[in-house]
């Protein structure tokens, strides 16, 4: 039962990093939530990747979360254009 509260608080994060990115991008959908959430899970991946190879002091924990939703709105904004990319070929 615990993992199974793990998962869903994972989801919920990646969820809200996501949506809070949503206010960023131009013309997404806030209930298209496959894009939300792939976008958010990208963006805490390889933001906190990217976060513990630069080395991020504990005195500036916040820098790391600013790397992960920059890194979020960017995977957003690409996987938005792939998806309407993709909508446009068939």
């Given at each position: 039962?615990?993992?199974?509260?793990?998962?869903?608080t994972l989801?919920?994060?990646?969820?809200?990093?996501?949506?809070?990115?949503?206010?960023?991008?131009?013309?997404?959908?806030?209930?298209?939530?496959?894009?939300?959430?792939?976008?958010?899970?990208?963006?805490?991946?390889?933001?906190?990747?990217?976060?513990?190879?630069?080395d991020v002091?504990?005195?500036?924990?916040?820098?790391?979360?600013?790397?992960?939703?920059?890194?979020?709105?960017?995977?957003?904004?690409?996987?938005?254009?792939?998806?309407?990319?993709?909508?446009?070929?068939?």
């Open positions: 039962m615990a993992l199974f509260w793990q998962i869903v989801l919920s994060v990646w969820l809200l990093y996501g949506l809070a990115a949503s206010f960023f991008v131009k013309n997404v959908n806030r209930r298209d939530y496959l894009l939300l959430i792939c976008s958010g899970l990208i963006g805490g991946l390889l933001g906190g990747r990217i976060g513990n190879i630069l002091p504990d005195n500036i924990w916040w820098l790391r979360e600013v790397i992960k939703f920059g890194i979020t709105i960017l995977s957003m904004h690409t996987l938005h254009n792939v998806f309407k990319w993709r909508k446009y070929q068939k």
